[in-house]
């Protein structure tokens, strides 16, 4: 299963994942939520579906075990047609401030690392900065002053300043990560980040 | 690549050149280049190579080369593609230091072929070859000078200290023609074509040493090696500013691109992000270019907090949205400066920043508040607006003008907006090197960029 391994590599190189675990029936599920702890998302896992929250395959801020059945029966409804590896159970993401951190492997310049404003609106706003791997801790730093929404992440109207640290040492994690393994295409999108540290909702890179 | 970047020195400042297709049948590319070299004034030795002569212009012309009894520097060749790498294997075998290939028709049109016995005559001889498919180069130093295009339709600029190197010849001409009308002089142009031997890399690593040049204009449309432009990106720009244009910005989005990083960080993102991290300066078009050069003749400001001097009072106050648009500071005159500026105001006058002359301000006005400014610590540099003209405005402002500019304690820009009695003021100011802008937001934006220099090559304590 594609996404599993892609997880697991990701972990091996020092990312951390919310926790998660694999169910191919809906009890599996029930268990692993409660090994996981409420609240959980449910996605489906399928090397057919490539955008799951489009055919309904993403549930999330699932609370309690009902929810949860309900939720795992009406993914399998609305994925009927597609063969399906089963359905990953994750820890619910921190709410925060939405960052995509990327990458994508340049024919001219090789590999670059990519930062910006995440959410619905990224395409919109293309609030975005990069730099050709690989950086260091201050480039990092010069990256998110380069941002427009960067007084979001100092705290804007009465929140707190998210976690930058934690920011900086993803964005290094993702550049040190597409050289060693020579990724071609990376996203972790979107990443949600408050002041106690930030959290990967989903991944997808290509080799 | 050190021997064949220690012989590219023979291009500009070669004993002799001989050109491959010299002619003197009119409107013909090899006339045109004789010429230039010619009428130009170039004091070495000319050949013209073209089996059909025994004289060109009244310079000797020999069959090929190798078979001019002298010794030969620098050959420029103007032949048709498929007589190119021949013409360059006879030159190696004849010790020819450097070749300036203009003829296209290499792997532009896919002949990568014949741009490969190129290659291999260069390794060869350890031969530099700037091209093919360019313009070449002009030295106004030893006016070297293989650009075909006739110097009555192009304007060659004169001597000065700014490199410019293009891959594009009609933006590289068109720079060159700009500086020459805005008597902006040069140390070198170097169109460089195809990159074949020789790319914007090589050039970056030449002219780090080239005692001519202070500082680097670079237009780009692609480049093949990335990393390695960086890497000299990050090693020359610290010692002499590179400003640097990119053009195809919004090519073909990427076919392969899955991801939203794909779609959003094209290719133009890579080399934005490289400027960034070299900390190079970039101008988005030809204004800006030639907006931001004008401002590296002045010292590195120490800050933001920009002065502002004027003897209108809309003109200081434009000029003060531009200073708060572009993020830099207003300046807090010191009591001292108060102090000394009240004598010179008349006695309704107001002391503030932007600093209001009125319109009675003389020429002595603008001089006394200069040299109050100059000396106040808490300004990092001087924005003066000129409106020539109020009636007290004469002439002897370019001088005083002139000494702010070269006084190097604060970066000066001045500010002139008007018609063609003003133009003539900026022409003046312009010709002797002081930063003039005819409008309030270019000439901040160029003095932001300055001081954005000045920050990264650490001048700036960082901000906490």
């Not at chain 1, 892609?6 to 268990?31: H, I, S």
């Not at chain 1, 040190?176 to 002041?195: A, G, T």
Request: include cysteine.
């Amino acid at each position: 299963m594609a996404m599993l391994e892609d997880f697991r590599l990701l972990e091996k190189n020092g990312f951390r994942l919310l926790p998660y675990k694999l169910a191919t029936e809906e009890d599996g599920a029930v268990a692993a939520a409660l090994k996981i702890g409420y609240p959980v998302a449910l996605k489906v896992v399928s090397e057919e579906i490539s955008h799951k929250s489009d055919v309904g395959g993403v549930k999330i801020r699932i609370r309690d075990e009902a929810g949860l059945r309900l939720a795992y029966k009406e993914i399998m409804d609305s994925t009927k047609g597609h063969k399906v590896d089963g359905i990953l159970v994750q820890k619910m993401a921190r709410r925060g401030i939405e960052l995509i951190i990327g990458g994508r492997k340049d024919p001219q310049f090789g590999h670059m690392v990519v930062l910006g404003l995440g959410g619905v609106y990224v395409e919109i706003f293309r609030d975005i900065t990069a730099r050709i791997c690989p950086i260091a801790e201050q480039d990092v730093e010069e990256m998110i002053m380069e941002l427009k929404t960067h007084p979001l992440l100092e705290g804007a109207r009465g929140s707190k300043p998210i976690d930058r640290a934690a920011l900086k040492r993803m964005v290094l994690g993702v550049c040190r990560f597409m050289e060693r393994e020579d990724i071609k295409e990376l996203d972790l999108n979107p990443v949600v980040f408050d002041e106690d540290g930030g959290d990967i909702v989903d991944v997808r890179f290509t080799r | 690549m050190d021997e064949r970047l220690r012989k590219l020195s023979y291009v500009f400042k070669p004993r002799s050149i001989a050109i491959v297709g010299g002619s003197s049948v009119p409107n013909k590319i090899g006339t045109v280049l004789m010429k230039n070299l010619i009428e130009g004034r170039f004091m070495g030795d000319i050949y013209a190579v073209n089996p059909k002569y025994t004289e060109v212009l009244g310079k000797p012309c020999y069959p090929k080369v190798s078979a001019i009894p002298k010794a030969v520097d620098c050959v420029i060749i103007a032949t048709p593609a498929e007589t190119v790498p021949d013409v360059v294997e006879d030159c190696g075998a004849k010790g020819v230091k450097g070749i300036i290939v203009l003829s296209g028709g290499f792997e532009e049109v896919a002949r990568n072929d014949l741009a490969d016995r190129i290659i291999a005559s260069s390794k060869k001889y350890k031969l530099p070859i700037i091209g093919p498919n360019c313009l070449g180069v002009f030295d106004p130093y030893t006016r070297v000078d293989s650009i075909f295009l006739p110097a009555y339709k192009l304007e060659r600029p004169g001597p000065g200290n700014i490199a410019f190197i293009t891959q594009s010849g009609a933006v590289g001409s068109t720079v060159l023609d700009l500086s020459a009308h805005y008597g902006m002089g040069i140390s070198k142009f170097i169109s460089y074509g195809n990159g074949t031997v020789l790319n914007e890399c090589d050039m970056l690593e030449f002219l780090e040493k080239d005692k001519e040049t202070e500082m680097i204009i670079m237009y780009l449309e692609g480049v093949k090696d990335g990393r390695r432009l960086l890497e000299w990106m990050k090693t020359v720009n610290p010692k002499k500013p590179i400003i640097a244009m990119k053009a195809g910005k919004f090519g073909k989005a990427m076919a392969a691109a899955r991801s939203h990083t794909g779609n959003l960080a094209g290719n133009y993102m890579a080399y934005k992000a490289a400027f960034r991290q070299a900390k190079v300066t970039e101008a988005d078009d030809l204004q800006d270019l030639f907006d931001f050069v004008k401002i590296f003749n002045q010292p590195l400001p120490k800050g933001n907090r920009v002065g502002v001097i004027t003897n209108g009072g809309g003109m200081g106050v434009l000029t003060a949205d531009a200073i708060n648009a572009e993020g830099m500071e207003i300046a807090d005159f010191s009591e001292d400066s108060k102090a000394a500026l009240k004598k010179i105001l008349p006695s309704y006058g107001n002391v503030g920043n932007p600093l209001d002359l009125v319109a009675d301000a003389g020429v002595e006005a603008y001089d006394k508040a200069i040299e109050v400014l100059m000396a106040d610590s808490g300004v990092d540099s001087l924005a003066i607006v000129l409106l020539t003209q109020t009636p007290p405005i004469d002439e002897r402002i370019i001088g005083v003008l002139t000494r702010a500019s070269d006084d190097k304690r604060k970066a000066v820009v001045t500010i002139s907006v008007g018609g063609t009695y003003t133009e003539a003021y900026q022409r003046a100011l312009e010709s002797k090197g002081v930063p003039s802008y005819n409008s309030p937001v270019s000439a901040i934006k160029a003095l932001h960029m300055l001081t954005n220099y000045s920050a990264w090559k650490g001048k700036i304590a960082k901000k906490a």
